[in-house]
C-alpha cells in the first residue's frame, strides 16, 4: 500500500509538504503542488479521511447522548443521524444513559468529551445548571432534539408537544367522547423528562377548549413502555367506571393500554377508543390510531444543521428534508427551534362511542 513518504520521496518534498499540498492549503506554491499532485496521482496514493481530520486539529467524531436507546424514538432518530453523517465523512459516538442519572452527570458534567469529538447531539436530555455550564465551557457546536433543555447558541430541532397532544385528544372529543383518560409519563423517572408534561398540558387545554373539565382520576402516569401502558390502563380499570377513550403519550403505551383492556375482556374500539403519539413502526400492524411525527426527519435535519458550522458539505438533501434554517434567534444567540409538523393519523383502534 503507497504510504505519503513514497509521494514525498517521487516529488523531492517533505512529508509535511505532501500533507499541506493535498489539504489544499495556501502555504505550498503551484509548482510544487502540482509537483505533489502528480506524484500522488503516479503512485494512486488515497489520502486517509481520518488522518487528514486529526492533521486539521479534529476527530471526525460527533457525539450523540440519548436517554434510552432501546426506545423507538431514540433508535430511529440515532438511526437517521449516524447515516446522515457517515455520508457526511463523520463518525458517531453514541453516550447511552440508559435512564441513569449517574451516568448523565459522568458525560455531562465531567471532561470525558474534551478532545474526544468535534460536536455534540443531545436527544431529550434534560439539562441541569451545572450541565449546561460545562457545554457552554467546551465550547464546541450542538444540536438539541425533542424538548429538553437548551443550551445557549444551540439550535433545536422538535415537534410541537402541546399541539399534537391536542391534536389526538381532540380527535376523541370530535367523535363524541367526553370521559378521555390520559396516561401520562413517570415524575419519578431519574432523568426527569419533561415531554409528558408539555402532551398532558395539550391534553387538558383540548378538554376545556371543549367545556369538559379535566378529571384527576383518568389521568395516570407511568414510564413510557408497553408495560407502562400496560399497568397504567389497569390501575385506571381498577378505580371504577372505564372511560370510554385512552389518549396515550407515545404509542408504545397507547399498545400497552389495547393489550390490558382486551384481557380485562373490553373491545378496542367498540368499548374503550385508544389514540398515541409517535406512529411507531408497528402502530399501523395494530390498527393504532396515532400522531405521526417525523423521528428520523429529525434526526437528519439536526445532523446537517450541527455540521454547517463545521464547514462540511453533506452531499445532496435528502428527499423532504427541509433546508438547515438561518436568521435571528433569542437575546442569547439561541436560533428560534426548528419545529417539525405533525400530523393524525386514524385507524381502527379509534371510533364514537357505543351511546353515538
Known sequence: MTRIDDVARLAGVSTATVSRALRGLPTV???????????????QYAVSPSASRLAGGRTGTVAVVVPRITRWFFGTVV???????????????????????????????????????????????????ADVHELTELDLPGVTISSGSGVPGWPCVRIDDVAAARTATRHLLDLGHTRIAHISGDPDDELAFT????????YQEAL???????????????????DGGTRATAELLARGEPPTAIFAACDEMAMGA?????????????????????DHDLA?????????????????????????????????????????PRGAGTDDGTPHPVILPTRLVVRESTAPPRAH
Open 29 to 43: 506554491s503551484a509548482a510544487t503542488r502540482r509537483r505533489v499532485l502528480a506524484a500522488a496521482e503516479q503512485l
Open 79 to 129: 438511526e437517521a443521524v449516524e447515516e446522515f453523517l457517515q455520508q457526511s465523512g463523520y463518525d458517531l459516538l453514541l453516550y447511552n444513559l440508559g435512564g441513569r442519572e449517574q451516568t448523565r452527570q459522568r458525560v455531562l458534567r465531567t471532561a470525558s468529551l474534551h478532545k474526544r469529538v468535534d460536536a455534540i447531539i443531545l436527544v431529550a436530555t434534560p439539562l441541569r445548571a
Open 284 to 324: 399501523g400492524v395494530l390498527g393504532l390510531s396515532t400522531i405521526a411525527q417525523p423521528a428520523a426527519e429529525q434526526g437528519l435535519l439536526a445532523a446537517r444543521i450541527l455540521l454547517d458550522p463545521l464547514g462540511v458539505r453533506a452531499g445532496e438533501p435528502y428527499p423532504g428534508l427541509v433546508p438547515a
Open 195 to 202: 415531554t409528558h408534561l408539555d402532551r398532558r398540558r395539550g
Open 208 to 226: 376545556r377548549t371543549a367545556g369538559v373539565t379535566p378529571d384527576p382520576s383518568l389521568d395516570v402516569e407511568s414510564r413510557f413502555t408497553i
Open 258 to 278: 389495547v393489550m390490558a383492556l382486551r384481557d380485562a375482556g373490553l373491545r378496542v374500539p367498540q368499548d374503550v377508543s385508544v389514540v398515541g403519539i409517535d
